[in-house]
């Protein structure tokens, strides 16, 4: 029997999401922590995300499960364990229904920007999407007595507070000021409008808190100052996330190359 048109949409949405968790994987964004996940392409109300297993190890369907969006109920009772976490793409799918993807990371590189009052923002054009200033969600803002303080983000109320963050706390609106925001000791959240987008978002907001670190350490070493690290303005902002989103194909077709040359990673989808 032929696949149908819905099947093959699927079936390469299986293949993107796998080999995203692969890219993000091979560029140190994850290590065995940390999931990318993807909005069903047939169905608005249902998102995509993998099993409990480490991003880099997923290899086919059967390690994705299907949840939905509006209590991140699995879909099939018999799904296998999924994360902990799910509520953050869950929370992230219902208040934004334009984002179609979700990243969430605990880079290192990232981290710091979360925990030391120096503001995470734009260095270089190939991360203009991250604004003049980045948000940091504390989720001790957001637990209720019952909520066990390991930071994780295990139900709903938490994941709808982390949500609400790409927007300004007291914002209702349904598009997200922001598409990336910190998490407090944790690491960061990444919002998209498709899978290769969440990815490049993802990888380019590790990059740019490396070069931000390199920055501002350079500047503490240095014999002179001779004037305050000089960031991206807001029309530099608006006008770097345009172009560069004309590109975006570029790196995907590269990172593909990458992870299918490395040998470590398997994708049957």
């Not at 968790?21 to 109300?45: M, T």
């Not at 637990?143 to 927007?167: K, T």
């Not at 240095?222 to 172009?243: F, I, M, N, R």
């Amino acid at each position: 029997m032929q696949p149908s048109d819905q099947d093959l949409v699927l079936q390469r949405f299986h293949r993107d999401l796998i080999s995203g968790s692969h890219i993000l994987h091979y560029h140190n964004v994850l290590d065995a922590f940390g999931h990318l996940s993807v909005r069903h392409p047939l169905n608005p109300q249902i998102f995509i995300l993998s099993r409990n297993t480490a991003p880099g190890t997923i290899s086919s369907p059967n390690d994705l499960i299907e949840y939905y969006i509006e209590d991140a109920r699995p879909v099939d009772p018999s799904a296998p364990t999924g994360f902990i976490e799910r509520c953050i793409h869950s929370e992230c799918y219902k208040r934004y229904p334009e984002v179609q993807s979700v990243i969430h990371s605990h880079s290192e590189a990232v981290v710091p920007y979360s925990i030391s009052g120096v503001p995470l923002r734009a260095c270089f054009h190939m991360a203009g999407f991250l604004g003049t200033n980045v948000p940091i969600w504390d989720i001790a803002d957001a637990q209720q007595p019952e909520d066990i303080s390991d930071l994780l983000v295990r139900n709903q109320h938490l994941g709808s507070s982390l949500a609400a963050s790409f927007s300004g706390i007291a914002s209702g609106s349904i598009s997200p000021e922001h598409v990336v925001a910190l998490m407090r000791g944790h690491g960061f959240t990444v919002l998209a409008g498709s899978i290769q987008d969440c990815v490049m978002r993802a990888i380019y907001t590790q990059k740019n808190a490396a070069i931000q670190s390199t920055a501002l350490s350079t500047r503490s070493t240095g014999t002179t100052v001779t004037g305050p690290v000089k960031y991206l303005s807001q029309k530099e902002v608006d006008a770097t996330t345009w172009s560069i989103a004309k590109s975006a194909h570029r790196p995907w077709t590269l990172w593909l190359r990458e992870i299918e040359a490395s040998g470590l990673y398997a994708n049957s989808a």
